[in-house]
């Protein structure tokens, strides 16, 4: 059990290190942009977390966006915020396997380990419900802060 206890804990420290960005080489030039242009989001079904310039522009994906965002401080601010509630339920998931295999993996039927191992499997699955809400709350509102940096200026 120490073994696999050990084995799990440095699975989580090596997706933690690999999950992280390694700024220089993800960070895009906002400068393709001549002036600010308002964002919006796209059309259609599930569109919470898919966005477009005024012009029509489609932001292909989340580091296009915070390249945009982290020009303002306030929406960068908020936008970290939600990469860490996103980091969040990718540890969430972890945690539900981890606490899954774990629970299978105890022998004794009538230990409380057992019990303690799926309970807290079942708070990382619940969990995964939970904090894309804070995720997407977070990006949204700094999309609000870019927007009214951009009809002030």
Known sequence: MRKFLLGFIMMIFCFSVVAQEDKENNEISFSEQTAFQKIIHQ??????????????????????????????????????????WRGMTWLSIAGAVGFSVASACVDDTNSYVADNLAIAGATCVYSLFLFPVFEYSYRNRAVDKYNQFVFEN
Not at 54 to 59: E, L, M, R
Request: aromatic share 14%.
């Open 43 to 84: 059309d259609g079904f599930f569109s919470v977390n898919k966005f477009q310039f005024s012009d029509g522009t489609k932001i292909k994906n989340r580091k296009e966006l915070n390249a945009a965002l982290y020009n303002i401080p306030e929406a960068k601010k908020l936008s970290k915020k939600a990469s860490f």
